[in-house]
């Protein structure tokens, strides 16, 4: 039996000659791999639809296994994403992100929107480096490991200045900055981004301007705090890195604030 979905291709591998085997993100099911016959020849009509990162209408069937692509049609190709160098590194990494933090078949509608939305986002030219990190946020109660933002982690007070712990997983008020000698420093700007990003409806999110000082907080906690508690190891992220390095050589004011 054929199933109508609405998926994101994650990732393709080559099988055989001609054959792709495709992982979807479906908003129904959740991750599933099909076998799309014939998909690597360009003249196919499945070659458009298996791209990495193609967002479109699926029709398969499930299988325990690997199902099988019967067609597809594109909402969107994701195409701006590829085209660009960075906005590719950036998608790749939210993706494999994504990938390796859930399994076949278990459905998350939720996790399919946050997905597809930040796509969407990155393909029209919102700023990468701030749309990874809200994504890097919204994951952290997918994975299980969310951080306490809303009051101080060890006494629970909501006034005052706070810093970041990763140990406490969570902020630090001045008061309990002292239990962890390696705290991370916070400006104002940074714990106000760090809950916001955390409980916007992504949906909603206007345009957001962000100094470099506090992109660099920000990262510096959220890079600390996926290295203790995600146990992921993610090709994208070291590549991303990679690009950050050149894309600083590139543009060698890009550290300056505005
Ligand atoms: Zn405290």
Same mark, same amino acid.
């Given at each position: 039996?054929?199933?109508?979905?609405?998926? #994101? @291709?994650?990732?393709? #591998?080559?099988? %055989?000659?001609? &054959?792709? #085997?495709?992982?979807?993100?479906?908003?129904?099911?959740?991750? @599933?791999? $099909?076998?799309?016959? /014939?998909?690597?020849?360009?003249?196919?009509?499945?070659?458009?639809?298996?791209?990495?990162?193609?967002?479109?209408?699926?029709?398969?069937? +499930?299988? +325990? *296994? @690997?199902? $099988?692509?019967?067609?597809?049609?594109? #909402?969107?190709?994701?195409?701006?994403?590829? =085209?660009?160098?960075?906005?590719?590194?950036?998608?790749?990494?939210?993706?494999?992100?994504?990938?390796?933090?859930?399994?076949?078949?278990?459905? &998350?509608?939720?996790?399919?929107?946050?997905?597809?939305?930040?796509?969407?986002?990155?393909?029209? %030219?919102?700023?990468?480096?701030?749309?990874?990190?809200?994504?890097?946020?919204?994951?952290? !109660?997918?994975? /299980?490991?969310? !951080?306490?933002?809303?009051?101080?982690?060890?006494?629970?007070?909501?006034?005052?200045?706070?810093?970041?712990?990763?140990?406490?997983? /969570?902020?630090?008020?001045?008061?309990?900055?002292?239990?962890?000698?390696?705290?991370? !420093?916070?400006? !104002?700007?940074?714990?106000?981004?760090?809950?916001?990003?955390?409980?916007?409806?992504?949906?909603?999110?206007?345009?957001?301007?962000?100094?470099?000082?506090?992109? =660099?907080?920000?990262?510096? @906690?959220?890079?600390?705090?996926?290295?203790?508690?995600? *146990?992921?190891?993610?090709?994208?992220? +070291?590549?991303?890195?990679?690009?950050? $390095?050149?894309?600083?050589?590139?543009?060698?004011?890009? *550290?300056?604030?505005?």
């Amino acid at each position: 039996m054929f199933e109508k979905c609405e998926a #994101i @291709v994650m990732r393709t #591998i080559d099988y %055989g000659e001609t &054959n792709k #085997i495709v992982t979807l993100f479906t908003r129904e099911w959740g991750k @599933v791999a $099909v076998m799309a016959r /014939g998909a690597k020849k360009p003249s196919s009509r499945l070659s458009a639809v298996t791209q990495p990162l193609a967002y479109g209408h699926y029709l398969i069937r +499930r299988s +325990r *296994g @690997v199902g $099988v692509l019967h067609q597809g049609e594109l #909402i969107d190709s994701m195409r701006a994403l590829r =085209a660009d160098l960075f906005a590719a590194a950036y998608a790749a990494y939210i993706v494999e992100l994504t990938d390796k933090s859930t399994e076949e078949q278990k459905r &998350n509608p939720y996790l399919f929107e946050l997905l597809r939305q930040t796509l969407q986002y990155m393909s029209e %030219g919102r700023d990468l480096e701030i749309m990874a990190l809200i994504y890097e946020m919204k994951m952290l !109660p997918v994975l /299980g490991i969310p !951080p306490v933002l809303d009051r101080c982690a060890r006494c629970g007070a909501t006034e005052g200045s706070v810093s970041f712990s990763v140990k406490e997983a /969570g902020f630090l008020c001045h008061r309990c900055e002292e239990a962890d000698p390696h705290r991370m !420093p916070l400006s !104002p700007a940074s714990a106000r981004l760090l809950r916001l990003f955390f409980h916007i409806d992504l949906a909603r999110l206007g345009a957001i301007s962000v100094k470099e000082t506090t992109k =660099a907080e920000l990262k510096a @906690v959220l890079s600390a705090y996926y290295d203790e508690y995600a *146990g992921l190891s993610l090709k994208a992220k +070291r590549f991303l890195q990679q690009m950050s $390095v050149l894309k600083d050589t590139l543009a060698p004011d890009s *550290g300056q604030d505005a």
